[in-house]
């Protein structure tokens, strides 16, 4: 019968795609298949303002956006090839490790830290952000530092290391904190503005970045001793020195030569989309070490 | 009070088309897939042939007892890795791609169900005339018994696919801009979520009672 | 190559530092369950109520039912549950509304989702109440009347045990539905079992092995509330009719 052997054949392919472990293609160097199918499939954030983000006409924007613009720009050159098509895929928290390590995305640069753990799942470029995890409240809210926040409800986004952060301090201190997870930046704010929670950790970029979209970003301030110092990389798959060494070098080309902290005034002392407001985030010594001596170290 | 602002909607409206359309191509896609592939699983079960007729019993069972949501995420996770393995390199918007695979697999189990009790309705008779006309039980299932049967199942299948226009909503878990996830989008956008909520709800209950009223006329009609 | 299956992961001791991981599966699967039982609970009450009002004479009351199964069917899961989670407290005068959201966010969420699912599944109910009514020989219901009941007592007493022993197997596909339906309550944040599943990939970067342990859960849950339903069926089985409802 026809139609049942189509059936099978269908269900079976079904099955043998399960089957098929992820990531076939860790097998080929990255390098062989940008060559090849000449596309490079780039990871981009939806709403981590002022890194990677969609402006108000679905474009994507930010800082580490830019940077990995200029790692294509290397990599084409390098590769010697006429023609580099850009694919742009939307990663979340949640999805960005997995959509690395199973070869859907190629290069990373958005709001990602660069720490131990996640080194064992892929590998990371020369870093290019330092960030510290804080807190943003109502200015009026009376939080200060993290101490104020127990029995109080908490939001942070899934997936992210404030998310960790926040949990095991809960469990060690007994704060009797709620902590809620949310699904990405925005909707952690959104929490944080209906008055869900009292205070949003994240980091601390991202909060001002956050502050930047608000309806009245005077109403915010940003609070608290950091948590942890953290620093961003891009995320590659693992294995795959050839590919990370290109990437490292356009970084590091990119910082020493002066373009990464002219990319870095556009994003942080300058208006920016989508409300033309400007975060006012003077560079930071951290940052500092970091352009004159680029390297891909994590902090913890 | 709340102060209801529904300034930001009219500005919105070319946005929410769009995802109106993603809403639709999903919906559709999964109604045409799932007829088809339905059709296909109903007649292996109820077939002679043993191991065809578990396989596609097994697969209507693990999709009904599975929620939607999983069967998202789930897609979500493989159909990536499953585009590689057929068609090599080069889909970008995944998240699409995998709702229409989700959908389209989901509901050819709901389907399949619907087209098997339809298929059942046809009395025996059919098919023994069918068969004693010289026709083979491939020809007498598509020629006699499969256009009876979908007769029958007119208004079962449109009711499906009014829930199944529903459902398509749940691609929000994977971040698909249809048409209510463009919603929430342009609320948490402009601060307006109530008012997109309340505005995403009103629009799905107008096509959706507007549909539902039409198959019941079909259905007091008598398609037969 | 590639992937790399770690089903022991299950055993390891969160990064929160709550337990292991198997012990997140275990309290996704605490709240899916009370989640659908408690929807349930308030699905068959108010879903009957409203069915039966679809069948009195009353033309106002059986169209407010009418008015009741109309919205609650053509409004997608997820949009009413957004507009419970997100849009009433808003509605609520400030200080309530403050209040409220300041509550602890597991009760926010579960209440929503409980109300959520529980009135959603009330429109399907009722119309199966209504079949099962309707299928009714109106003897019964004579003769209810004829022996000096009130109709609500014909209701109560006659019709509505006749109608349900009739309506069990849809209203059991029903009850399957809740439990799947439930997995709704991820995009709110409530941590039933499909939203551990995300948590479990997030922490642990072993997509597979949380989504099929899930998912057997789900496989589990359904067979046996299905086990469960066919003895209930079996012992309230009408003789002479075939089964009655749609």
Redesign the interface.
């Known amino acids: 019968m026809k139609p049942a052997l189509f059936a099978a054949s269908v269900l079976s392919a079904l099955l043998a795609g399960l089957a098929v472990p992820p990531a076939a293609a860790q097998e080929a160097a990255t390098l062989k298949k940008l060559k090849e199918s000449g596309s490079i499939t780039l990871g981009h954030r939806e709403s981590s303002i002022p890194f990677s983000y969609y402006d108000d006409r679905q474009q994507v924007i930010g800082y580490s956006h830019e940077l990995m613009l200029k790692v294509v720009d290397a990599l084409k050159a390098e590769l010697k090839l006429a023609k580099l098509e850009v694919r742009l895929m939307p990663v979340t928290s949640a999805n960005r490790i997995s959509l690395v390590q199973n070869g859907t995305v190629d290069l990373e640069c958005g709001s990602t830290t660069n720490n131990l753990e996640r080194q064992r799942q892929v590998a990371f470029s020369t870093s290019i952000f330092v960030i510290g995890t804080r807190l943003m409240t109502r200015k009026d809210s009376g939080i200060r530092d993290f101490a104020d926040l127990a029995g109080k409800n908490v939001v942070t986004t899934a997936g992210t290391t404030s998310e960790r952060l926040i949990r095991k301090m809960n469990e060690d201190r007994q704060m009797k904190m709620n902590v809620i997870s949310a699904k990405d930046h925005g909707e952690s704010f959104l929490t944080l503005e209906t008055g869900r929670a009292v205070a949003f950790m994240m980091d601390d970029a991202l909060l001002f970045g956050e502050m930047a979209k608000a309806r009245k970003p005077g109403d915010w301030v940003v609070v608290g001793t950091p948590q942890s110092k953290e620093a961003y990389g891009c995320m590659l798959r693992k294995d795959d020195p050839g590919f990370k060494k290109l990437v490292d070098a356009a970084l590091a080309k990119a910082m020493t030569s002066g373009e990464a902290e002219k990319i870095y005034q556009k994003w942080f002392m300058s208006p920016i989309p989508p409300k033309g407001l400007n975060l006012n985030m003077p560079l930071s010594d951290d940052l500092k070490t970091l352009f004159k001596a680029p390297n891909d170290k994590a902090f913890d | 009070?709340?102060e209801f602002d529904w300034s930001s909607i009219p500005g919105a409206l070319p946005l929410l088309g769009k995802g109106l359309l993603v809403t639709l191509e999903v919906t559709l896609t999964a109604i045409v897939v799932g007829i088809v592939?339905g059709?296909?699983?109903a007649?292996?079960r109820l077939?002679a042939?043993p191991l065809?007729a578990g396989?596609?019993a097994g697969?209507v069972n693990?999709f009904r007892?599975?929620?939607?949501?999983?069967v998202i995420?789930?897609f979500?996770?493989?159909v990536?890795?499953?585009l590689?393995?057929?068609f090599g390199?080069?889909i970008?918007d995944?998240?699409l791609t995998s709702a229409l695979v989700a959908f389209a697999?989901f509901e050819a189990a709901y389907y399949s169900e619907i087209i098997r009790a339809g298929i059942q309705s046809v009395p025996r008779g059919q098919v023994a005339a069918g068969l004693a006309l010289g026709f083979t039980p491939?020809q007498t299932m598509r020629l006699i018994v499969l256009p009876q049967a979908f007769r029958n199942m007119v208004p079962l299948l449109l009711t499906q696919a009014?829930i199944l226009f529903?459902?398509t909503?749940?691609v929000?878990?994977i971040?698909l801009s249809d048409f209510?996830g463009t919603a929430?989008k342009v609320g948490?956008?402009d601060?307006r979520?109530?008012e997109l909520?309340?505005f995403?709800?009103a629009v799905?209950?107008a096509i959706?009672?507007a549909a539902?009223q039409v198959v019941r006329r079909l259905q007091s009609r008598g398609v037969q | 190559m590639g992937y790399h299956w770690n089903w022991s992961v299950f055993l390891q001791p969160t990064a929160a530092g709550d337990g292991s991981y198997l012990g997140w599966l275990l309290t996704g699967l605490q709240w899916t369950v009370s989640l659908s039982l408690a929807a349930w609970l308030i699905a068959l009450a108010s879903g009957t109520l409203v069915g039966v009002l679809r069948t009195v004479p009353n033309r106002w009351l059986a169209g407010l039912a009418t008015a009741w199964v109309e919205l609650f069917r053509n409004i997608p899961l997820l949009v009413q549950l957004f507009i419970w989670y997100f849009v009433l407290p808003e509605l609520l005068p400030q200080r309530l509304g403050d209040a409220y959201k300041q509550s602890d966010p597991l009760v926010q969420q579960f209440l929503a989702a409980m109300v959520c699912l529980g009135l959603f599944t009330s429109a399907r109910v009722a119309e199966q109440v209504r079949a099962g009514i309707g299928s009714l020989p109106p003897g019964q219901k004579n003769a209810g009347l004829a022996l000096g009941l009130t109709l609500p007592q014909t209701y109560r007493h006659v019709m509505l045990p006749m109608a349900f022993r009739l309506i069990l197997p849809p209203l059991t596909s029903e009850f399957l539905n809740i439990f799947k339906n439930s997995a709704v309550a991820t995009t709110i944040g409530l941590i039933e079992l499909s939203r551990q599943a995300q948590q479990l990939v997030d922490y642990t970067a072993q997509p597979y092995e949380a989504f099929i342990a899930v998912t057997l859960l789900y496989v589990l849950i359904n067979l046996t509330v299905m086990i469960l339903m066919r003895r209930l069926e079996h012992r309230v089985r009408v003789p002479g009719f075939v089964g009655g409802g749609q």
Do not use: H
């Open positions: 009070m709340y592939w059709t296909l699983l007649v292996a077939g042939n065809l396989l596609a697969y693990l007892s599975v929620p939607l949501v999983m995420l789930w979500y996770l493989i990536p890795q499953l590689k393995a057929v390199e080069g970008a995944i998240r697999l491939a009014i529903q459902d909503s749940l929000y878990v971040g209510f929430y948490d956008r601060g979520l109530v909520l309340l995403a709800g799905y209950f959706c009672f539902s």
